[in-house]
C-alpha cells in the first residue's frame, strides 16, 4: 500500500502538488490570521481593563428622573443634575451606605439658583473737558452670549459726570426731589430726575440716568443710590452684570473620599462635616429699613465652599459717548427727549466678562462682605431638557413655556427681579420661582447668605480618565463642540458653554457648595414654595469596593450591589462601571437673540461600554475563527475531493482486480494524510516569516501546531470523499465521470449550457458558492458595521479608541477567505474540464472555437459565484441588521456592492482554468481520460 501511495504522488505529481499547496496556503493562513486575532485581543482587553473604571460605578437618581433620551440609548445626560432638585432623602441615602461592598455613597443635593450682582466701575472723570464742570455720557451697553452668536438690544444710559457736589434734595411734601448739584457759587441745581418709569417686561431696557461726582460717595441713577464707593474710588458709570450661583449641598467626608475634593481647595479650607448654618451680626441699613432705632441685626449664614471659576460665556460691550450741545445744562435740565436727540462723540470702549464679575462677587464671598447676596429676594430652580429625536439619531431640545410671571417680584416699585438678560432667549427647561419670604418681624432677616470657608479650583481635582468619564455633577462645565462645518464657522471652532440663561440647554455647576447640615435653613422657611425639605438629595454616585477589572466576578459585584439599592431604596439605579463617553449630536434651533441655528456634540456617558466592546470582540473574534476555519476545510474539501473524483476510473479498476474497500480507504487516506504532514510542514514554515513580517508575535508552539492540524483538516476533508471512493462499484471504470441529466433538455446558447453544467453537478457546485458564500457575508459584515454605521455599535470614546470593528486584520481574514472562496470555485471548474473531456471533444467537433470554450468556463464560475455572493451578501446584511437594530439603505447598498465583488472575483478566478482548457488540446484530454 505504501508503495502505492509513493506511486500515486510520483505519477500526478501536479495534483499532488496542488492539493498539498492549497493545503498549505489555507493551514498558514489560519495559523497567521488566528495568531494575530488573538494578539489584538490582548490588545484591545488590555486597552479596556486599563480605562474600564470611572470615578463612581453606580448613580442613583430618584425615581423619574430619567429622560426618555437617557432611556433609549442608554446612557445618563451630561449636566443630569440641572433638572433634579430633591427626591432622594437622607433616610434613602444612610440605607445605602449601610449595604455590604458599599465604598463611598456620596450624596449631591442641588437647592436652586439666586442671583447676584457686580458693578465693574467705567471711569469717565478724565473724560470730563478741561474747563468744564461735568460731561454728560450716552452709555450703549449690549450683552452678548454663545460665543458672540447672541446679542441683546442696545441698552442706553445717560450718565452726568461732575466735579462739583451731589446733595440729596428732601423735596416737599411730595416726595424726594431730583439730585441736586451744588455749585461753586453755593447755589443748587437739579442733575438727576428723581425716577424713571419701571420696565414694562422683565427685560425692557428703557433709557436710564444716572449722575456721578468727583467729590461725592454715591453714584445715583434714577434718583436712587445704587453703590458707594470710596472718595477715591472710579467715577462714572457702572456696569451691571447679573450672575446665577447655583447652590449645592454635599456630605463633605463623602465627597472627599470619592473625588478628593478637599485637595482641591485653593484658599481657606474645606467643609467640616456637620457644619450647619448660622448668624451673624450686620448694619441695620443693610438688614432692614423697618428698624431704625438698632445698630446691628442678625442675618442667617450658611456656610460654603465657593467655586474658583465662573464657566459662563456672557460678555458685556461697552460704548460710551460724550455728548456734544449741552452748554452746561445737567440731564435734569434737559430732559431725556433732549438727551436722545444730541450728538456724541465716542470717547471710550471697554469689554467686561462674566469672569471679572464673578470675580468681584467671589472676593466680597471670600472676605464675608457679599453685598449684592445681601437681600436674596429669590431663588429659582430648573426641569430637565426633553428631547425629540431626528434621522441620524440627532436630538433636538423642544421649547418650554416660562412666563414673565416667573421673573416678577411682587413690588410695585420694582416689578421684576434682575435677571441676566439671556433669559429672554428661547427657553428649553421649565424654570420655578420660590420668592423671599417675608420678614415677619422688623430687625429679623429669613433669608441666609452664603458665607465662605474656602475656594476650590475644581482644575486641581485629580484627573479623570477621558475614556471613562462620568458627569461629576458638581465640577464639569457642560460645553458642547460644533458638530458640522456650519457650527463651526458660526461658533469659531469654539465650544458653546452656559450663558447665564436659567432655562437654557447647558447649565452651570454649582459655584457654592454647602454642606446636607446647612439645607435646612435653605430649604425650611427661607423661600416660598416646594425645596423638597424631606427628600432634598438629587442624586446619590456610589463607588463599590473589591473592583479588579472587567472579570466576571467584579461585574457581578457590582450588578448585585445596585440591585441592593433598587430594591432597599426603590430609588433609580444606573450602573456606570464601564461606562464611556457617548458623543450626542444635538441640533438647535435658532434663537431670539441672533444665533443661528447650530448642530453641536456633547459628551454624555453611555452606560456598560466596556462590556459591550469586550462581549462583542469575542463575537468578532469567534466568528473571524469560525469563518477562516470553515473555509479552509471547504478548501481542502473540494481539493481532496477533486483529487479522488480525477482517479474515479483508476479505482474502479483497483475493484474489479479484487481490492477490498477497507484497502482502497487506508490507501486514499494515507495520500491525504501524506499530503497533510508536508502541507503542514510547509505552513509551519511559511507563518513564520509572514508574522516577522507583519510585526505579529506568533509563538513557535502555535507554528508547530499546524502541522498535526493539517494532517487532521486534511484527513476530516478526505474521509467523505475516501469513504465514497471506497464503496466505488467496478463498473465505474467504464462509466462516464459525469451523469446525464435526468430530464432532457436543450441548451440555449453558452449561457444555457453552462447552467446545466452547473446543475449537473450540484454538490460541487454548491462546494464552491458556499466557500463564496462565506467570504461575502464576512465582508459585507464589517464594511456595513465599519462605514454604514460609524461606530453605531459602541459609539463611544472608549469603542473609539480600540476600534475593534475597523482593523487590518479583520480585512486581511476576509481576503483570505473570499480568496480561498474563488480558488475553490476555479478548483471545481477545473476538475470539471477533466471530467467532460469527452463532451468538450465533442463541442469542438462541431465547431467550438477555443474562446467558445473558455467563456462557457467562466460563465459556468460566474453562476458559482453569483449564488454564493448573492446569499452571501443576504445573510451578511442580516447579521447586520441584527446588530444595529435597523436596515437601513446604506447596508443594502453594501451589500450589492460586495456581492457584485464577490462575482468579480470569482469571474477573475475562473479566467485560470479557462486559460489551461485554451493550452491543453482537447485530443490530450481525451487520451488522459
Known amino acids: 500500500m505504501l508503495v502505492m501511495v509513493r506511486s500515486q504522488l510520483r505519477h ?154 451731589l446733595v440729596e434734595n428732601q423735596g416737599g411734601q411730595s416726595g424726594p426731589g431730583p439730585v441736586m448739584e451744588e455749585l461753586p457759587s453755593g447755589a443748587q441745581v437739579a442733575a438727576c430726575p428723581v425716577e424713571a418709569p419701571p420696565p414694562a417686561g422683565p427685560f425692557d431696557t428703557p433709557d436710564r440716568i ?253 484627573a479623570t480618565n477621558p475614556l471613562t468619564a462620568v458627569p461629576l455633577g458638581a465640577y464639569d462645565p457642560p460645553t458642547t463642540t460644533p458638530a458640522d462645518a456650519a457650527s463651526t464657522a458660526a461658533l469659531g471652532g469654539k465650544a458653546l458653554q452656559p450663558d447665564g440663561s436659567l432655562g437654557g440647554l447647558l447649565s452651570q455647576p454649582p459655584q457654592l457648595l454647602t454642606t446636607l447640615d446647612a439645607l435646612p435653613a435653605l430649604t425650611r422657611g427661607a423661600f416660598q414654595g416646594d425645596l423638597h425639605a424631606a427628600d432634598p438629595i438629587s442624586s446619590v454616585r456610589v463607588r463599590v469596593s473589591g473592583i479588579t477589572g472587567t472579570d466576571a466576578v467584579s461585574r457581578e459585584r457590582v450588578r448585585l450591589i445596585a440591585q441592593q439599592i433598587q430594591d432597599r431604596t426603590g430609588l433609580h439605579v444606573d450602573v456606570t462601571y464601564g461606562s464611556s463617553p457617548h458623543p450626542t449630536t444635538i441640533a438647535l434651533d435658532a434663537g431670539r437673540l441672533g444665533r443661528p441655528e447650530l448642530t453641536v456634540q456633547q459628551n454624555w456617558a453611555k452606560l456598560g461600554v466596556a462590556f459591550t466592546v469586550l462581549d462583542a470582540l469575542d463575537r468578532k473574534s469567534l466568528t473571524l475563527f469560525v469563518l477562516i476555519l470553515a473555509v479552509c476545510a471547504l478548501f481542502v474539501t473540494n481539493s481532496v475531493g477533486a483529487a479522488v473524483r480525477s482517479r474515479r476510473t483508476e479505482l474502479g479498476v483497483l475493484a474489479c482486480l479484487g481490492w477490498s474497500p477497507g484497502r482502497v480507504l487506508a490507501t486514499l487516506l494515507g495520500e491525504v494524510a501524506l499530503l497533510g504532514l508536508l502541507a503542514g510542514l510547509a505552513g509551519a514554515a511559511l507563518s513564520w516569516p509572514v508574522s516577522v513580517l507583519f510585526g505579529l508575535k506568533i509563538t513557535l508552539a502555535r507554528a508547530a501546531a499546524a502541522v498535526p492540524g493539517a494532517v487532521l483538516l486534511a484527513l476530516l476533508a478526505g474521509a467523505v470523499p475516501a469513504l465514497r471512493a471506497a464503496r466505488t462499484a467496478p463498473a465505474a471504470a467504464v462509466r462516464p465521470a459525469v451523469s446525464d441529466a435526468h430530464r432532457v433538455s436543450r441548451a440555449r446558447g453558452i449561457s444555457g449550457l453552462a447552467a446545466s453544467n452547473v446543475r449537473r453537478t450540484p454538490g460541487r457546485s454548491l462546494l464552491g458558492a458556499l466557500s463564496v458564500a462565506i467570504g461575502t457575508c464576512a465582508l459585507t459584515v464589517l464594511i456595513g458595521v465599519t462605514w454604514t454605521f460609524r461606530n453605531a455599535l459602541v459609539g463611544s470614546l472608549l469603542g473609539q479608541a480600540v476600534s475593534f470593528q475597523v482593523r487590518g486584520i479583520d480585512y486581511v481574514a476576509v481576503a483570505t477567505v473570499v480568496l480561498l472562496g474563488a480558488l475553490a470555485v476555479a478548483d471545481v471548474l477545473y476538475l470539471g474540464i477533466r471530467e467532460r473531456a469527452a463532451e468538450l471533444a465533442a463541442l469542438c467537433a462541431a465547431g467550438w472555437d477555443d474562446r467558445e470554450l473558455g467563456r462557457l468556463v467562466v460563465t459556468e464560475g460566474a453562476l458559482m459565484g453569483l449564488l454564493g455572493a448573492l446569499a452571501g451578501a443576504a445573510a451578511g446584511a442580516a447579521a447586520t441588521a441584527t446588530l444595529a437594530g435597523a436596515l437601513p439603505a446604506g447596508i443594502v447598498a453594501t451589500a450589492a456592492a460586495v456581492a457584485a465583488g464577490g462575482v468579480l472575483t470569482t469571474i477573475v478566478a475562473s479566467l485560470v482554468p479557462a486559460a489551461l482548457l485554451r493550452r491543453t488540446p482537447i485530443g490530450q484530454l481525451l487520451t488522459e481520460d
Not at 90 to 99: A, F, G, K, P
Not at 229 to 252: E, H, T
Not at 398 to 411: H, I, K
Open 210 to 462: 444716572g449722575c456721578d461726582s468727583t467729590k461725592g460717595s454715591r453714584s445715583v441713577v434714577n434718583g436712587e443710590t445704587i453703590s458707594t464707593r470710596p472718595a477715591s474710588g472710579p467715577v462714572g458709570y457702572k456696569v451691571n452684570i447679573r450672575v446665577p450661583m447655583l447652590i449645592g449641598a454635599i456630605d463633605p467626608a463623602s465627597e472627599a473620599r470619592l473625588d478628593g475634593l478637599d485637595g482641591a481647595v485653593v484658599s481657606g479650607r474645606y467643609l467640616a462635616d456637620h457644619q450647619g448654618a448660622g448668624t451673624r451680626q450686620v448694619p441695620a441699613a443693610v438688614g432692614t429699613a423697618t428698624d431704625t432705632t438698632a445698630t446691628t441685626v442678625p442675618q442667617p449664614t450658611f456656610p460654603v465652599l465657593a467655586a474658583a471659576r465662573s464657566s459662563l460665556d456672557q460678555t458685556v460691550d461697552v460704548a460710551v459717548q460724550r455728548l456734544s450741545g449741552t452748554d452746561g445744562r445737567t440731564p435734569a435740565q434737559l430732559g431725556t427727549a433732549a438727551l436722545g436727540a444730541l450728538a456724541g462723540q465716542p470717547v471710550t470702549t471697554r469689554t467686561v466678562t462674566a469672569e471679572e464679575a464673578y470675580g468681584q462677587l467671589l472676593g466680597g464671598i471670600s472676605a464675608g462682605t457679599p453685598a449684592s447676596l445681601n437681600s436674596l429676594a429669590a431663588t429659582w430652580t430648573t426641569g430637565p431638557l426633553t428631547f425629540t429625536e431626528g434621522p441620524g439619531g440627532v436630538l433636538r431640545p423642544t421649547a418650554a413655556q416660562n412666563p414673565d410671571s416667573t421673573w416678577a417680584s411682587g413690588v410695585p416699585n420694582s416689578p421684576w427681579l434682575k435677571v441676566p438678560p439671556s433669559n429672554a432667549e428661547t427657553p428649553l427647561r421649565p424654570v420655578a420661582k420660590h420668592l423671599a419670604v417675608p420678614q415677619s418681624e422688623p430687625g429679623r432677616l429669613t433669608v441666609p447668605v452664603p458665607e465662605a470657608v474656602g475656594v476650590f479650583d475644581a482644575a486641581k481635582l485629580p
Open 12 to 165: 500526478r505529481l501536479g495534483r499532488a502538488v496542488a492539493l498539498m499547496s492549497g493545503i498549505a496556503v489555507a493551514t498558514s493562513a489560519f495559523t497567521v490570521l488566528t495568531g494575530a486575532a488573538r494578539t489584538q485581543e490582548l490588545q484591545v482587553r488590555r486597552t479596556v481593563d486599563s480605562n474600564y473604571r470611572s470615578a463612581y460605578d453606580i448613580l442613583v437618581r430618584p425615581n423619574g428622573a430619567q429622560s426618555e433620551a437617557e432611556r433609549a440609548q442608554g446612557v445618563v445626560q451630561a449636566g443630569f443634575l440641572s433638572g433634579i432638585f430633591g427626591g432622594i432623602s437622607l433616610e434613602q441615602w444612610q440605607r445605602i451606605q449601610r449595604i455590604p461592598g458599599v465604598d463611598v455613597a456620596a450624596p449631591m443635593a442641588m437647592v436652586g439658583y439666586v442671583m447676584a450682582s457686580a458693578s465693574v466701575p467705567v471711569d469717565l472723570a478724565a473724560q470730563i473737558p478741561a474747563g468744564q464742570d461735568g460731561a454728560v455720557f450716552r452709555i450703549t451697553t449690549t450683552t452678548a452670549t454663545d460665543q458672540g452668536l447672541s446679542r441683546t438690544p442696545p441698552a442706553v444710559t445717560y450718565q452726568y459726570v461732575t466735579r462739583n457736589q
